[in-house]
């Protein structure tokens, strides 16, 4: 699986979510116009909630856009070590599944797929990347309870 194809792939994914939230807010915009306000009915708080509704959707379209940005932002050229931006995998030592990681700036937890594999975008913040940060191909690491080695790193 190259980089940048799962670079490609990601973009796609980001760009459907975002799609979906924009439709979304439209609905909840229409359904917060046309809800009973306060005035007609006191204990009637659909427009509120609507509206509620509206400004969380809205949040999360400007944190998608922002991450959209800085995913077509991601450098497609290879690394040695798993730093921001690289894309990597992982094979856990107990059963010898083989999972694959991109390292984002933001975000993280998304999971979508490349040529078949299931590939999750993950965040500087996450535990997991605390003890793989800065390690190197064939590096083994101990996370919980379980070994992971580290397959490829791009």
Known sequence: MDKKDV??????FQEENLSNLRRSLGVVKNEA?????ANVSHSD??????????????????DAERALALVKGLPETKSDVVAGGSFFSVRDQADG????????????GDTFEVGGKEV???????????????KKKGDKVVFGNKEFYIVEIQ
């Open 45 to 62: 708080t659909s427009k509120f909630q609507q509206s509620n509704l509206a400004l969380g959707i809205q949040a999360r379209i400007e």
């Open 120 to 134: 999750t975008t993950i965040s500087a913040e996450a535990p997991l990347i605390k003890v793989l940060k800065g």
């Open 33 to 37: 116009v046309d809800a009973p306000g």
């Open 7 to 12: 670079i490609k792939a990601l973009i796609g």
């Open 97 to 108: 599944e083989i999972m694959y990681y991109l390292f984002t700036s933001i975000g993280g």
